[in-house]
């Protein structure tokens, strides 16, 4: 059974920052693209970044210089630093991985920005 868990949400101050996870298990995250999206209340769902399974990286123009995905394969990981948060950055994050036709959802993980 394939799951993507993701984790590292939370309630965080403006300015702050935070680390997601993206864990995957029963699947080879080598070979799959993986991005983060987001879905705040009322509001279509979001890419926030991307990575390749080459390790290319890719971003929605408002998380440039704040976002950055990485991936660490041997864990079958992918992560999501999100420095100097803002409170529009409130969301459900959620992780999405494709290999061609295939493609898996997390669950989501809610990162809430507020003082």
């Known amino acids: 059974q394939v799951q993507l868990v993701e984790s590292g949400g939370g309630l965080v101050q403006p300015g702050g920052s935070l680390r997601l996870s993206c864990a995957a298990s029963?699947?080879?995250?080598?070979?799959?693209?993986v991005a983060w999206y987001r879905q705040a209340p009322g509001k279509q769902r979001e890419l926030v970044a991307a990575?390749?399974?080459?390790?290319?990286?890719n971003y929605a123009d408002s998380m440039k210089g704040r976002f950055s995905i990485s991936r660490d394969n041997a864990k079958n990981t992918v992560y999501l630093q999100m420095n100097s948060l803002k409170p529009e950055d409130t969301a459900v994050y959620y992780c999405y991985a494709r290999n061609g036709i295939t493609y898996y959802w997390g669950q989501g993980t809610q990162v809430t920005v507020s003082s």
């Open positions: 990575i390749t399974s080459g390790g290319i990286t």
């Open positions: 029963g699947i080879d995250f080598r070979g799959f693209a």
